[in-house]
């Protein structure tokens, strides 16, 4: 089992910055990638950024140039950068972590963080 704390959400104005953080505890070997989805009322929850052990990162168009992953192996913490915030990127912000144990892929998700963004 994995477990994930988040933190860092809140309420900003357009223009602003936030820092989303997550730290994974638990049988946190073999972590492949970790990330942010983000989900809104009514829509299916997005997948923001993503970075891999390696520090490769897949982000959504929608934040590219305004969002940056960062990710710290030893500490097992993933953070997320968000400058330029727009009154778009309001939802509630989860972060993830994929791993494999024993041949099988296995997703865990933190309970999310929600980020305000007003105009």
């Known amino acids: 089992q994995v477990q994930l704390v988040e933190s860092g959400g809140g309420l900003v104005q357009a223009g602003g910055s936030l820092r989303l953080a997550c730290a994974a505890s638990?049988?946190?070997?073999?972590?492949?990638?970790m990330g942010w989805y983000r989900q809104t009322p009514g829509k299916q929850r997005e997948l923001v950024a993503a970075i891999t052990d390696g520090g490769s990162t897949n982000y959504a168009d929608s934040v590219k140039g305004r969002f940056t992953a960062s990710r710290d192996n030893a500490k097992n913490t993933v953070s997320l950068q968000m400058n330029s915030l727009k009154p778009e990127d309001t939802a509630v912000y989860y972060c993830y972590v994929n791993l494999w144990v024993s041949g099988l892929n296995y997703w865990y998700w933190g309970k999310g963080t929600l980020v305000t963004v007003s105009s």
């Open positions: 638990g049988s946190v070997t073999s972590i492949n990638t």
